[in-house]
């Protein structure tokens, strides 16, 4: 493979890696929810045998088993701010992006699953993979996830302002066009940093001649290269989606 490619899978790659927080928080939160606890609401928990005295008060056996004496009971969102936060993310679209990063990710391993499994398994293996895959990870996950993180960093003031904002004509236009945008963008910046990438490693080529058959042919005086160059990946859906909420500050 040529290194233009291997740069342009790398920068592909770390788009996608964006997506991963979120995700992990929300398969992190999932898996907590209804674990059992070590004791019982009123039942002490089994302890090793000790002094029958102690000074302790009575109440201290109902403390929940596994908060520590001196850590701060979770914050529980209130109701209004986390239907406000939802109309936001509605609004702007980023509802979606479970959806969307679940299908992206079914379709890379599509790709890879064609690869490497008979053609005649494909379907059925891709069956099973999307009915596991959807029960595991699911896009309304991602978007309970996503309300915690809007609510960790933007006060009751702040969603409200970004709503009225969003439901004016321009923020409405905004989010209409920040996709298409941030596609360009992204495209634009892939492109002169692979090039600039490119530049320096041909310049290292004397020192390094080892890394010579790695590079694609250089441009001809015309300004095209004999081997066209793939195109830049484009943007993740996470990527668009998380660009489109941001504030400027």
Do not use: W
């Not at 992990?24 to 939160?29: F, I, K, L, V, W």
């Not at 609510?151 to 920040?178: H, W």
């Not at 996470?238 to 489109?244: M, V």
């Amino acid at each position: 493979m040529k290194l233009r490619t291997g740069l342009i899978t790398f920068a592909f790659s770390a788009a996608v890696a964006c997506a991963g927080p979120a995700l992990a928080q929300s398969a992190g939160s999932r898996g907590t929810q209804g674990a059992p606890p070590h004791a019982q609401p009123g039942v002490a928990a089994p302890r090793p045998a000790q002094a029958p005295a102690t000074n302790q008060p009575a109440k201290a056996p109902s403390q929940t088993p596994t908060q520590s004496p001196n850590q701060a009971p979770a914050e529980r969102l209130d109701p209004a701010k986390d239907a406000a936060i939802r109309h936001l993310m509605d609004i702007t679209e980023v509802s979606k992006m479970g959806d969307n990063i679940q299908a992206y990710i079914t379709h890379q391993v599509q790709e890879a699953v064609g690869r490497t499994v008979a053609t005649e398994k494909v379907d059925k293996f891709m069956s099973t993979f999307s009915t596991k895959f959807s029960a595991t990870a699911t896009p309304e996950a991602v978007t309970d996830a996503m309300v915690k993180i809007y609510a960790k960093n933007f006060s009751m003031e702040d969603i409200q302002g970004l709503i009225q904002f969003y439901e004016t004509p321009l923020g409405k236009r905004v989010v209409k066009s920040m996709p298409e945008i941030s596609e360009q963008s992204q495209r634009v910046g892939v492109e002169m940093d692979q090039n600039a990438a490119l530049t320096v490693l041909r310049g290292m080529t004397n020192d390094y001649p080892e890394i010579k058959p790695m590079l694609p042919p250089e441009e001809g005086p015309s300004g095209s290269s004999s081997a066209p160059a793939p195109a830049p990946a484009p943007a993740t859906p996470s990527t668009n989606a998380a660009r489109k909420a941001a504030p400027q500050k």
